[in-house]
């Protein structure tokens, strides 16, 4: 998981103290892959990775933002040149649109979050837009989405005979088995879709 510095600067520590040596520090913008939290006499620290490949510490009370995909899910977002109001729209982003979320800043009392797009670029959009974080697909999820899908059909199916057999299928029962059955089952078609993407993707990468 990878993070952004928010504050103007911040120590990086060799160990989770601040009595051991400053091995670098970092400025606002800078980015690092966030590790292990862990505490030590009451103090919570967050390992750290550097670009560099250099491992450090920093505070758990240090303020960074967890870069992460985000997805509009309205039309005609529009992207600022900068965290206000008053500047320049660069670029209005369609329905469904994914780009990278690196940074939240505020603006008279109003939050904007700072964006990049899959061109690079860079602009800012309100905070009050509907985003969502967007969930990339992985053959793991696919799997889970198949298996989770598959129990509940085989379940529904189950009792559903199990109902006949005793004689107590109702129509308000038998239409909630058909719910359950359903939902199953779209599960079982999400997960497969969600597992051939992301295997896609992997073979894509591959070949790239």
Known sequence: MRGI?????VKVYAEASNQTLSITSLKKGDEMELGKVSRKKKEVWVEVTLDSGQKGFITGETKIFVIKKVQFFSDNIEAHEAPSQ?????KTYPKKTIVTAVGYESDEGKGWVKII????LTGYVKGEAKIRVYQEATKENGKKQMFSGGMFAVLAAAFYFFS??????TSNMSILIVAVFAFGLMQVVQGFLEFNKAKKKENETKQG
């Open 5 to 9: 510095l928010v504050e103007d600067e």
């Open 86 to 90: 008053e500047s320049a729209v660069i």
């Open 117 to 120: 797009d899959a061109e690079g």
């Open 164 to 169: 006949l057999n005793k004689g107590e299928s």
